[in-house]
């Protein structure tokens, strides 16, 4: 089945703690997204990749790095100096083209210890 | 301001009834808008997607969107409990790093019985 798969689905930090969400997808899409939800608001953008070795920041990129070394592999880094790391946070694709709809994975749950 | 608003209700609405779900937008620039339904603890599923001046309709589902009043709606047909969930309007922007979808806050929708 094709499809996006987001692990892990539940993950705890540590003060001072890097960690690292991992996206994968088998559509084929060249366009891949990562998002963070908190309660009660919409999704807002923190990276974005068209291409292989190509990402642009989204509107709140401050505290997060991304890697884009296959075209199926989006790997998403919440750093230490991210201090409000807990939220939902999704991974979607799509195909090239502002027509194109966004699939999602079903998420990563991070909170703090 | 926000570029893309909605209601964040509650919206209830008898079993059978016709549930009407509205944004707007500020950004003309935008070019497509998709709706997206999450349930509690999920991540968005697509329901549909409009790029031109009109109706679009599938099943229960009919979009609509109006360019001149930066309006964009989801008609929801005989609504059904299973109905019930936040209902997340998207618009999306070209820009030269890709497509970018700016989210609105979500509108709940509650079918009672």
């Known amino acids: 089945d094709g499809g996006i798969t987001q692990s892990p689905k539940y993950l705890f930090r540590k003060e001072g703690q890097n960690v690292t969400l991992s996206c994968e997808q088998n559509l084929n899409h060249d366009a891949m997204y990562w998002y963070r939800q908190d309660p009660g608001q919409g999704l807002r953008l923190i990276y974005y990749s068209q291409i292989v070795n190509d990402f642009q920041k989204g509107d709140i990129a401050e505290g997060y790095s991304v890697s884009r070394e296959k075209k199926e592999s989006f790997p998403l880094t919440v750093t230490s100096a991210q201090k409000n790391p807990t939220a939902f946070y999704l991974c979607?694709?799509?195909?090239?083209?502002?027509?194109?709809?966004?699939?999602f994975g079903d998420g990563t749950r991070l909170s703090i210890l | 301001q926000k570029e893309v608003e909605q209601n964040s209700g509650p919206l209830s609405v008898p079993e059978g009834a016709i549930a009407s779900l509205n944004c707007t937008y500020s950004d003309r620039g935008s070019q497509s808008f998709f709706w997206y339904r999450q349930y509690s603890g999920k991540s968005p599923e697509l329901i549909m997607f409009?790029?031109?001046?009109g109706d679009k309709e599938d099943g229960r589902f009919t979009a609509q969107l109006n360019k001149a009043s930066q309006y964009v709606s989801l008609l929801i047909r005989d609504s059904q409990p299973s109905d019930s969930a936040t209902y997340l309007c998207a618009g999306s922007i070209l820009t030269g790093g890709g497509n970018k979808l700016t989210f609105g806050t979500g509108t709940q929708l509650k079918v009672e019985l």
């Open positions: 979607a694709s799509s195909r090239q083209g502002a027509n194109q709809p966004q699939h």
């Open positions: 409009i790029y031109s001046n």
